[in-house]
C-alpha cells in the first residue's frame, strides 16, 4: 500500500459498473426501451460491446431515431425502470473490503458519476457505504450527459495535485476525463464496457475489483498507474 499512499492523495469512483454489479438491471432497461419503441433489442455481450458516451451516440448505434422518439422522452423510459430498481443491484465483489481498507490507510475517497444526484445519494445510504466518501458527485438532470463538466467541479473541491488523484472506472469516458482533469486512471472490465473497449484507452486494464485489492494491498505491491 506504501505506493498508493505515497503517490495519490485521492481516489475517485466511478458507480455505475464500477462498485455497483448494475449492467443486468442496465441491459434489461434497454432492452425493453428497444421493444417499446420498435428497435430490436440487444443482450449483454451486444451491450457491452456498444456501450459509449454520449449515451445519445449509443441509442443512436442501436438505431434509435430521435425524429420518432425524442432522446429525453428515451431516457425517462429508462429511468423510470432503472431507478425503480437500482437498490436491488449488489456491490462488486470486493467493493466493501477496498472501501474499508483505503479507509483504514487513510486515503480520502470520492464518487464521480452519470447518475442523478439523487438516486446516488439513496442508493449509497441504501448499501450502507455513504460514510466512505468525502464529496458524492452525480449529474443534476436526466439528460445522461458527460461527467466532464461535474468532474472539473470536483477537481476545484479537492484543491490537490491533479497527478496525485487516480479515478476508477469502467468505461473509456472514465479516462478521458480523467485526462481532461490530468487525474491518473484505472479501469476495471466488470462493467458497462468489455475489456477489448478499455484497451484502446488503457495499457493497464484490470478485470475486476478483487484484483485491484489484491494489487494495491498484497505485499510488496507495485504498480504502473495510467495518466
Known amino acids: 500500500m506504501a505506493w498508493l499512499s505515497g503517490e495519490i492523495n485521492h481516489v475517485i469512483f466511478d458507480w455505475n459498473g464500477t462498485l455497483l454489479d ?7 432497461a434497454v432492452s425493453v426501451c428497444c421493444r ?3 428497435v ?3 443482450d449483454k455481450s451486444t451491450y457491452r460491446r456498444k456501450f459509449r458516451f454520449p449515451i445519445q451516440s449509443f441509442y443512436a448505434d442501436l438505431g434509435f431515431n430521435f ?5 429525453p422522452e428515451l431516457v425517462r423510459s429508462y429511468l423510470n425502470l432503472f431507478d425503480s430498481r437500482v437498490v436491488e443491484c449488489r456491490l462488486h465483489h470486493s467493493a466493501r473490503t477496498l472501501l474499508s481498507k483505503l479507509s483504514a490507510a487513510g486515503v480520502p475517497v470520492s464518487i ?6 439523487g438516486t446516488l445519494e439513496q442508493t449509497l445510504r441504501h448499501k450502507g457505504i455513504a460514510h466512505h466518501f468525502a ?3 452525480g449529474l443534476d438532470d436526466e439528460h445522461a450527459a458527460s461527467k466532464l463538466a461535474r468532474s472539473m467541479e470536483l477537481a476545484e473541491r479537492l484543491g490537490c495535485d491533479p497527478r496525485r488523484v487516480l479515478f476508477v472506472g469502467d468505461t473509456d469516458h472514465d479516462a478521458q476525463v480523467a485526462h481532461a482533469n490530468g487525474w491518473r486512471w484505472q479501469l476495471v472490465a466488470c462493467g ?3 475489456e477489448e473497449a478499455l484497451r484502446r484507452y488503457a495499457a493497464d486494464v484490470v478485470p475486476n475489483l478483487h484484483s485491484l485489492l489484491r494489487a494495491w494491498f498484497s505485499p510488496g505491491s507495485s504498480r504502473e498507474l495510467n495518466g
Do not use: C, K, M, W
Open 22 to 28: 448494475d449492467v443486468d438491471l442496465a441491459v434489461t
Open 36 to 38: 417499446r419503441y420498435g
Open 40 to 42: 430490436q433489442a440487444i
Open 67 to 71: 425524429e420518432n422518439v425524442p432522446f
Open 112 to 117: 464521480l458519476s452519470a447518475s442523478q444526484q
Open 135 to 137: 464529496h458524492v458527485v
Open 192 to 194: 458497462h464496457q468489455n
